[in-house]
């Protein structure tokens, strides 16, 4: 229902741009949000937009670098990454949350995950 992609290898400094693409019905959830997972670290929150694009939450260390957006029309989601730095290195999860909640950043909020596409930052 969710396919992740759009990562690899990139110089700190660097851009990458995500791609999640979705089926209409798992496109239409609550909200659209990306999660991220390092080696030997707990999967964390990065970015969530809310079904009509009016909402948007960002983790702290994102904030500023990272931009989420949806295409309706493409029933895909984007992670623009900038300023990309080693410590963004890690596998990248779409998700889909389809509970009705205030809470939109827990990953137990979020029923749909892809299968995660793996970003390095390294020189």
């Known amino acids: 229902q969710l396919q992740a992609s759009g990562g690899g290898l990139v110089q700190p400094g660097g851009s990458l741009r995500l791609f999640c693409s979705a089926s209409?019905?798992?496109?239409?959830?609550?909200?659209m949000g990306w999660f991220r997972q390092a080696p030997g670290k707990e999967r964390e929150f990065i970015a969530t937009v809310s079904r009509s694009g009016g909402t948007v939450l960002y983790a702290d260390p994102v904030k500023g670098r990272f931009t989420i957006s949806r295409d309706g029309d493409e029933n895909t989601v984007y992670l623009q990454m900038n300023a990309l730095k080693p410590d963004d290195t890690a596998v990248y999860y779409c998700?889909?949350?389809?509970?009705?909640?205030?809470?939109?950043?827990?990953?137990?909020?979020?029923?749909?995950w892809g299968q995660g596409t793996l970003v390095t930052v390294s020189s």
């Open positions: 209409e019905r798992t496109f239409s959830s609550y909200f």
């Open positions: 998700a889909a949350k389809t509970i009705y909640s205030r809470d939109h950043i827990s990953r137990g909020q979020y029923f749909y």
